[in-house]
C-alpha cells in the first residue's frame, strides 16, 4: 500500500479495490463574483450533480458566516446573566466582536447516494476550497472545469485521488493545464 503519483487520469473504477474518486481544490480567484453569492454556490452544487449524474440526497445546504452569531450571542449573553465569569466566556465575546466585523464567506455541501461535495470559500480573500468524493468513479477534468466556470479563477492547484484499498492510491497533482 502506499502512493503513486500518476500524471495522466486513471480510470479505476472496475479494478478490484477501488472505492472511490476525490477531488480536492484550492482556488485564488480574482473577484469575489460567485464565492459572495449563495445562489452561485447552491446552482453550481446543483448542477456538478446533475453534470456527473449523482442522485441528490437532499437539494444543497448553502449557509453565509456568520449565520449562527446571533444564537451564540445569545448563549454568551445567557451564560452572563447568570454571572458566569470565565476567560472561555470572554474569548467567545472578542471572537463573536471580530466576526461581526468580517466579511461573510459561504460554506456549502451536498450530500450524493454515492457521497459528496463541499466548498468552502474566504470573500476577504478571494478565495475557496472545494472538495467531491464518490464511490462512483466520475471525470475529475469534467468536474474541475465544472466548478471553475462559476468564478474568475486567477490560479489553483489540487488534488485527483483514487482511492483503493489493498493497493496505492493514484494522486494525481492538478494546475492549470495540467494532463
Known sequence: MGIEIVNTPQDLSGTEGFV????????????????NETASIYQMLEGLS???DMTLVYPPLVARF??????L???VDSLKDEGIQAAALRTMESLLAKRQDEDAGISGVTVWLESHAAIHT???????SFDAYSCKDFDAEKALDYVLQFFD???YN???????????QQVRVLK???S
Open 176 to 178: 492549470p493545464n495540467s
Open 50 to 52: 446533475a453534470n456527473l
Open 158 to 168: 489540487g488534488l485527483d485521488i483514487v482511492r483503493t484499498i489493498d493497493a496505492p
Open 153 to 155: 479563477v486567477s490560479s
Open 122 to 128: 474566504w470573500t476577504e480573500e478571494n478565495f475557496f
Open 20 to 35: 472511490g474518486r476525490h477531488l480536492l481544490l484550492d482556488v485564488q480567484t480574482s473577484t469575489s463574483r460567485g464565492i
Open 66 to 71: 456568520p449565520f449562527a452569531a446571533n444564537e
Open 73 to 75: 450571542s445569545r448563549f
